[in-house]
């Protein structure tokens, strides 16, 4: 069965420093691939997603991820992080033939961002 | 605003009992989803309607169920709740039924099960 895993639960990173959030899946086939973000008391909103192509893909606030078909992985970027990313990030994947659209989430990681 | 509305937001109720919890999707989405977030299982797909059809199905209880109605809005019913079942729920709407879909989130209906 399709796994994600994310490996930190928490990520601490001071205010202007760069972070990295890893994702690594587990498939018969290269899925295609998303990350969400959830702030305090929200519902989810999509950062950015992948499904081919050109392996770095460009998100919204600033946020990028590339994917390596030989990690399997799909790893957040940011290159300086402001005190509003503070949120948990979901990476989730999707069988592009599967009927319907059945997101699996990883476990997610929170970010702290301290001043 | 993501534009998906949820109600109620909060939701408190004893073991046994049967609550509904609703959405609206964004205007001209077809799709709805319902998930599942609770601290030992995470994010669970539970179910996707899309145009009043159910076109997916995930970990979904048999004391569970869903409907999307003509005018697309959707209902989650919860029956014989346990004390497991407390969690937030999730809606969240997208235009067509792809896996390639953006998928747009309510802000959830916290339950609670005493």
């Known amino acids: 069965a399709q796994s994600v895993t994310q490996p930190d639960i928490h990520i601490t990173v001071s205010e202007g420093a760069s972070l990295e959030l890893r994702c690594n899946y587990s498939y018969g086939a290269t899925p295609y691939l998303f990350w969400y973000v959830q702030s305090p008391g929200q519902g989810l909103q999509l950062l950015l997603k992948?499904?081919?192509?050109?392996?770095l893909v460009q998100g919204i606030k600033g946020f990028e991820a590339e994917f390596k078909r030989s990690q399997s992985s799909f790893n957040l970027r940011k290159p300086s992080v402001h005190w509003s990313d503070a949120a948990e990030y979901f990476c989730?994947?999707?069988?592009?033939?599967?009927?319907?659209?059945?997101?699996?989430f990883g476990a997610g990681t929170i970010l702290r961002v301290k001043s | 605003d993501s534009g998906v509305t949820q109600t109620p937001k909060h939701l408190i109720t004893a073991t046994g009992q049967r609550v509904t919890l609703r959405c609206s999707p964004r205007?001209?989405?077809?799709?709805v989803y319902w998930y599942q977030q609770s601290l030992d299982q995470g994010l669970q797909f539970l179910i996707q309607y899309y145009n009043g059809e159910e076109r997916a199905k995930g970990n979904i209880l048999e004391r569970f169920s869903a409907q999307q109605f003509p005018d697309l809005h959707s209902e989650l019913n919860l029956s014989s709740l346990e004390l497991g079942d407390s969690a937030l729920y999730f809606c969240?709407?997208?235009?067509?039924?792809?896996?390639?879909?953006?998928?747009?989130f309510g802000s959830g209906t916290q339950l609670s099960v005493l």
């Open positions: 969240a709407s997208s235009v067509g039924d792809r896996p390639s879909e953006k998928l747009f």
């Open positions: 989730a994947v999707v069988h592009p033939m599967e009927y319907g659209n059945k997101l699996v």
């Open positions: 992948y499904f081919s192509g050109d392996t």
């Open positions: 205007s001209g989405d077809l799709s």
